[in-house]
């Protein structure tokens, strides 16, 4: 018989019976080595157990006829099944060996699908063949026969990406065993890597591999594994390996039945081998399904599991992805298939993608995407069911979990809303509306105390206006309707997002419904729908407060949302609204300023013909191309040449339906009209272009096609532009254009200044003739005096380039000879004006204006042809009629204002162009400068008129860059002006001193640098954004220590103190002293707000130094008794240690204010946060140390004192104790061992600190249920919700009346616990500091004795302000005299003391303090 004759090969009857009994007692996980002669002779036929496979094999098939059982053929012919199974297992167990060979390979694998297929055949278990052990590690043979080289390479990946996903701020560190494990498998794929296989031999490795899991697939049909849980698993591991094995050829469809042998490919064959484990075959329950499923959870979440370590993550390979894509398409089939079967273990399956998902975003769009294929399979119910779940997971306190909630929102915003049908249960029904997903997850989360979901909050807002749904659209349009818009939950949960109740770990373990505990806060669900008025301007402020985020990803995010919402007509396209976007293209981030240009330029693509939209583009993007960052540059100018540049064409082939150029000529209109004043950055533009030979001949002419009609202004601008830099030019047409303008009755100031520019560029290519005939038509235009001010500065400027030569002496004498009869005929003029009797009583203003002007500009190029009549002139227009000329040899006095005469008849507009003509003429006679300069430093200072005012600052910083030596002398004149009441004057005179400091024509001396400093808290805020642009961007960066080098002064300066025999020792007036002053409780917050702008601006070098200085310059002194602890050293002394109490004042080296926003994921970043930790811990201890030697002996010394003094500063001393110790706080016996008793006094004040913050998180609790409940609009407006909102209200305001003012943008976000230095500050300025001095309230309670205090309340007639009553009221019941009618008639009443009576003494107490007990016992012994 073939059988027998094919089993004799296996040699059976040779092996003894010891060895295969010691084979079946080690249970198959060991064996004893066969006998080699036989091995031999069993290996010498290749294919023998291919041979016993094929006859066996008749034999398994039950529908063929059988007459004969294979176990009856093997008993007759003396065949043992015990030795077979020996034998076999001896191959299958050398196979899995360390480094097996090609042979040991494919006879494990042979001899894997024979036992199989042993135990497919009928009686396999009645003959005992079935052994769970060596069934398990036949189906580990292909995972362990295959090479791992490739293997090695992805595991390493795989672990490199497990590593790379830290929390924020946090290191991640791999688990030991995790390593451990590594390293074994790398040693053993090291050993492999010495072995070489070819394509042939990985071809047969394949073949085995595919026979082992058909025969498995055929085992499976027939043999169950309901009993067999253990081996159950194994399959479903092997299976679901093998899904990535190798790719599949085309599409993989699960919906054909098709037959084992027609699967071609290792995923099919394993698919098919899942979806029989799905039968009942292998369990009634679905313990098979659930194994399943949760196997192919990690295939859907790209990641790979290993024993006795969490699962780490794939690279999302091409194979990785396509794994995915047909695991999701499988769990569709079965979920089809066994419907009522699977949905419960459809949910869980969707909970635990979501509760394992990472933070990565390729996986996190990825599992989105899987999760909302899954949950559209589901009925209403249970969709409806998964989105209550997602809202829940979507409020946990892991910042990857709220950034896949969002992410799941906006895939299921992309499918089409469920409608509703009979099976969803009514209080459900709210969770299928895409309402609820935008309202209630991805616009709840616009406020989220992560910076990251922050901004991927509003990028999932502004994508769901791009959806296709007009849902989604409509819903973001409700939440900005002017109306309000209904709002499932209630949003202002949101701000709760920091105290979230972690879900469970160990739910991940098994697979099971994930129950997600929310806060308590968080204390229901659709039941609380409640409607939102969103007004349009709250909204906006809230964006406004988005865009200027701290993060840069969330200020990114927010920008992109804005413009969404512009683009869309969600918001209208408002200068307001769309400043907001132009603002940001001057971000201090790179990337935002890059992003604010895209915004604006995705907006402008869409709404190409709004003239707002428009305006906003140049104002955003033009300023650009002067940016200090090349690739800011770069972006501006590639923006400019897209939408601009580009489109400019000839005017035959211009056409008004292309959007394109139409945009362009209307940008460019826009630059000659509303947007003139960003000339220069469009100049700058073109002198970036010029050397790259950007504009060719054939541009030019497009531009000169078009200078005629309605787009000429925008033509001359382009061409003033070019024209310098531009090829030569058709001169005809700028000359025939000349003529026309020069007749024109109609003058265009924008288009001939253009025009006149380009006359200018052309003029040394021109010919005498055309040269003479044009300066004569300048000249007969000038002396018209009918020309609009801009027009004739650009004539003037023409006519000096026209008389350009080689020669210079030519060039003088062309200039006296125009120039100076410009200023003859301006001279005539003024003398006919001024001198006649009756000159002055007809003026035409806008003449003498235009005569002054001239005469200002052409002076400039003629100095030797102004005479002293002309300064006598010009100097009459500025003095009274009485005194029109001084006599011969007088002079006006030279300490006298120009305002100090009697009233003058000239106008205001006069005399503010008669500043400027005489600051002209005076930049070039010297003697002229020295003799008004006093005058005017005088008008400064006593001058009424706005415009004389503004413009005599402009004079003076002009005259200091022409005679800087003589006019620094007045710059503190100057800069008094920081404080003029007008704001024109004193932005004027910011914006000229920083010209002069950025050219270091002024140097930081005297009281400059805190007169600037006082401009940071300027009434106007937008001067003070002004000051705050040129100290830190334009000042700071050519001075970097210069905030360091006065901010100790600044401390003496700002509280008014000249005590000190070093600093605030400059000379200043007393109305300077007084303008400047920010001396008292009432500017305190002004104070330091300045503080807190310098100290942001400090390296950790400087707050380090600055430290110390200011122990040595300001403690010390006191400690020394340098300077006296009287009322103003007081205050002097409470300012430092706020300063020092301030959160500012921490080094980012410690604080982690520098840490990166988000986490990195290569090993540069890795490296760089453990050299941030390494660097955070020596900082530490180098501050520790100069904390413990320079700083704590001062402070020790200070606080004896202030006791001694019963000083009020001592409260101030102990908040920065406090603030401070926050860092050591279990060393505090240890930093403070030379005074117990202020280590003991500071760690109690700790404890109290750390109590008060329980208190304040726990009535923060309260307040959020009580915000649950609606009141109506009145109560709301006039009453305070809750007496723990009224408690809170009362600790606002301290009793002391003294309080450190907080950082602007202290209160951002959705945190409400404070900053602890805030916090602390706050509690000690409230008198509750110290146990010991505490002052009792002014606040009397009384009721009688075993009463309940009631409701009722007297008060004196006197008013009393900001009574409170809420938590931590308490009411002391005094003894009293029994049968008082007084007291029985006051039962239940609360008593207030009147303010005008004189507050009660607190009785004195007889108490010791320990220490002092302790003492006086020591001395007695």
């Known amino acids: 018989m073939e059988l027998i004759r094919a ?487 949101s701000e709760q997002t920091l105290k979230r109740r972690e879900t469970g770990q160990k739910s991940a373990l098994t697979f099971r419904t994930i129950e997600l505990t929310k806060h308590k806060s968080i204390t229901t669900t659709h039941r609380s729908v409640m409607n939102t008025s969103l007004q349009n301007e709250e909204t906006l402020a809230l964006f406004k407060k988005h865009v200027s985020d701290p993060k840069t990803n969330a200020r990114k995010s927010a920008l992109e949302t804005v413009m969404s919402l512009l683009k869309h007509g969600v918001i209208s396209c408002s200068a307001e609204n769309l400043t907001i976007l132009s603002e940001r293209c001057r971000d201090p981030a790179v990337s935002v300023k890059k992003k604010a240009m895209q915004c604006l330029m995705d907006l402008l693509a869409a709404l190409p013909d709004n003239r707002e939209v428009q305006e906003s583009w140049l104002r955003g993007v033009l300023p650009a191309v002067m940016d200090s960052e090349s690739s800011v540059q770069e972006k501006a100018l590639e923006c400019l040449d897209h939408v601009i540049i580009t489109h400019i064409k000839t005017q035959g082939k211009y056409r008004d339906g292309d959007t394109s150029q139409r945009l362009a000529w209307d940008l460019l209109g826009l630059m000659c009209e509303k947007c003139q004043d960003l000339s220069r950055y469009f100049s700058k533009a073109f002198s970036v272009w010029a050397p790259q030979q950007k504009f060719t001949p054939a541009f030019v002419n497009s531009l000169l096609s078009h200078t005629e009609g309605e787009r000429a202004a925008a033509a001359w601008l382009l061409l003033a532009k070019i024209a310098s830099c531009s090829p030569k030019l058709n001169y005809g047409t700028v000359l025939d254009t000349w003529e026309n303008t020069i007749r024109s009755p109609v003058v265009s100031v924008t288009m001939t200044c253009h025009i006149l520019s380009v006359m200018g560029d052309i003029a040394s290519n021109l010919n005498d003739d055309t040269k003479a005939r044009i300066v004569d038509d300048l000249m007969g235009w000038l002396k018209t005096f009918s020309l609009p001010l801009e027009v004739i500065s650009s004539c003037v400027d023409t006519l000096v380039r026209f008389g350009r030569s080689d020669n210079t002496q030519d060039t003088l004498r062309f200039l006296d000879r125009f120039c100076g009869e410009l200023v003859s005929v301006c001279e005539s003029y003024l003398s006919g004006v001024i001198l006649q009797e009756k000159g002055a009583m007809d003026i035409n203003e806008d003449l003498l204006v235009k005569h002054l002007y001239t005469l200002g500009v052409t002076s400039l190029h003629c100095p030797s042809k102004v005479g002293k009549r002309i300064f006598l002139l010009v100097q009459s227009v500025l003095t009274p009629s009485e005194q029109l000329v001084p006599a011969e040899g007088q002079e006006l006095p030279a300490s006298q204002p120009l305002s100090q005469f009697k009233p003058n008849s000239m106008p205001t507009v006069v005399r503010a162009h008669a500043v400027i003509t005489l600051g002209k003429l005076c930049l070039q006679h010297e003697e002229l400068m020295l003799k008004y300069l006093p005058v005017f430093a005088r008008e400064l200072e006593v001058g009424t008129e706005l415009a004389v005012r503004s413009n005599v600052v402009v004079v003076m910083c002009d005259l200091c860059v022409r005679y800087t030596n003589t006019v620094s002398r007045y710059i503190p004149n100057i800069s008094a002006c920081l404080r003029d009441k007008e704001p024109i004057v004193r932005e004027q005179t910011l914006i000229m001193l920083t010209n002069l400091l950025q050219e270091e024509y002024v140097k930081w001396k005297g009281a400059l640098f805190f007169r600037f400093a006082v401009a940071l808290v300027d009434p106007d805020p937008a001067i003070a954004d002004l000051c705050e642009y040129c100290l830190v961007d334009l000042l700071l960066k050519k001075s970097p220590l210069m905030f360091s080098q006065h901010f100790i002064e600044c401390i003496f300066h700002f509280n008014s103190y000249e005590k000190h025999k070093k600093y605030n020792k400059f000379p200043q007036t007393e109305s300077e002293k007084s303008k400047f002053s920010l001396r008292g409780l009432q500017n305190q917050g002004k104070r330091f707000r300045i503080y807190r702008f310098l100290l942001k601006n400090f390296t950790d070098e400087q707050r380090f130094n600055i430290t110390s200085k200011i122990c040595q310059d300001i403690l010390a002194s006191f400690v020394d008794s340098e300077l006296p602890l009287d009322s103003q050293g007081s205050e002097l002394l409470a300012d430092t240690f706020d300063i020092l109490s301030l959160k500012e004042m921490k080094l980012t080296a410690i604080s982690g204010q520098a840490a990166a926003e988000e986490p990195q994921e290569d090993e540069m970043a890795m490296a760089k946060a453990v050299l941030q930790v390494a660097q955070k811990k020596l900082v530490s201890q180098v501050q520790k140390r100069n904390f413990v030697e320079n700083v704590i002996p001062i402070i020790i010394s200070l606080k004896n004192m202030l006791e001694e003094q019963h000083s009020p500063v001592l409260k101030h001393l102990m908040a920065y104790l406090q603030v401070t110790m926050q860092d050591y706080r279990s060393e505090v016996k240890e930093l403070f061992a030379a005074d117990e008793q202020l280590a003991a006094e500071v760690e109690y004040n700790l404890k109290q600190f750390e109590k008060e913050k329980q208190q304040q998180e726990q009535q923060q609790q309260i307040e959020n249920q009580l915000a649950n409940f609606t009141m109506s609009p009145r109560q709301n407006s006039n009453a305070v919700a809750s007496p723990a909102q009224a408690a809170n209200v009362g600790r606002q305001t301290p009793r002391g009346g003294f309080a450190t003012p907080l950082h602007p943008h202290a209160n951002k976000g959705p945190a409400q616990t404070p900053k602890s230095a805030d916090a602390l500050r706050r509690r000690t300025y409230a008198g509750m500091l110290t146990p010991v001095r505490s002052h009792s309230s002014p606040t009397v309670f009384s009721t009688g004795r075993g009463k309940q205090i009631g409701r009722a309340i007297s008060t004196p007639q006197a008013s009393i302000n900001e009574v409170t009553f809420g938590e931590q009221v308490s009411a002391i019941c005094n003894e009293t005299r029994r049968g008082s009618k007084g007291v029985e008639e006051e039962e239940s009443v609360l008593h207030l003391m009147s303010p005008e009576q004189q507050k009660p003494v607190p009785r004195q107490w007889n108490v010791e303090s320990p220490l002092v007990q302790k003492r006086r016992t020591k001395k007695r012994i």
């Open 7 to 493: 089993v004799q090969l296996l040699k059976l009857n040779s092996v003894s019976t010891a060895w295969v009994d010691a084979v079946w007692d080690f249970e198959f996980t060991h064996t004893e080595p066969l006998d080699p002669v036989i091995e031999e002779e069993i290996k010498e036929d290749p294919d023998v157990f291919k041979a016993v496979y094929t006859q066996l094999l008749t034999f398994s098939n039950e529908d063929e006829d059988n007459t004969q059982s294979v176990w009856v053929v093997f008993g007759e012919n003396g065949v043992s099944a015990k030795t077979l199974v020996a034998v076999l297992s001896y191959f299958i167990l050398s196979a899995k060996a360390k480094s097996p060979s090609l042979e040991q390979r494919l006879c494990g694998l042979q001899a894997a699908s024979l036992y199989l297929l042993l135990l497919k055949i009928p009686g396999s278990v009645a003959n005992k063949v079935y052994h769970q052990i060596l069934f398990d590690t036949c189906l580990n043979m292909p995972l362990k026969c295959w090479p791992q080289d490739s293997g090695k390479k992805r595991k390493k990946d795989s672990l490199k990406s497990s590593q790379g996903d830290p929390k924020p701020g946090k290191r991640s560190k791999p688990p030991k065993k995790m390593s451990e494990e590594m390293e074994i498998d790398d040693d053993e794929d090291d050993e492999e890597e010495g072995m070489y296989f070819s394509a042939q031999d990985l071809l047969k490795l394949r073949e085995g591999i595919v026979l082992l899991v058909r025969t498995l697939l055929r085992l499976l049909e027939k043999f169950s594994l309901r009993d067999k849980p253990q081996s159950a698993d194994s399959c479903v591991q092997l299976f679901t390996e093998l899904t990535n094995f190798e790719p599949v050829i085309g599409d993989l469809s699960f919906s054909q039945e098709r037959n084992v042998d027609q699967l071609e490919s290792l995923p099919e064959l394993s698919y098919h081998g899942l979806g029989l484990l799905c039968s009942t075959i292998h369990g009634e329950g679905d313990e098979c399904r659930r194994r399943v499923f949760r196997k192919l959870l990690y295939v859907i979440l790209m990641m790979k599991t290993q024993e006795r370590s969490k699962p780490c993550l794939l690279v999302p390979t091409q194979a990785v992805c396509g794994a995915r894509d047909h695991a999701i398409l499988f769990i569709s089939h079965i979920v089809d298939e066994q419907r009522e079967a699977t949905l419960p273990l459809l949910r869980i399956l969707v909970q635990h993608i979501c509760h394992q998902m990472v933070e990565k975003s390729e996986y996190r769009a990825s599992g989105a995407q899987a999760v909302g294929k899954l949950m559209a399979k589901m009925p209403c119910q249970d969709y409806a069911a998964i989105v209550k779940w997602v809202y829940n997971y979507s409020r946990n306190n892991k910042v990857a979990f709220r950034m896949f909630a969002l992410d799941v929102a906006m895939v299921l915003l992309g499918q089409s809303e469920r409608e509703l049908d009979d099976t969803v249960d009514p209080e459900m029904a709210v969770f299928l509306s895409h309402k609820f997903l935008v309202h209630n997850i991805v616009y709840n989360h616009r406020n989220d105390i992560s910076p990251t979901v922050r901004g991927h909050a509003l990028h999932c807002l502004a994508q769901c206006l791009e959806l296709g749904s007009q849902n989604a659209t409509k819903c973001v349009h409700e939440l900005f309707s002017n109306t309000g818009a209904q709002t499932m939950l209630d949003s202002a949960r």
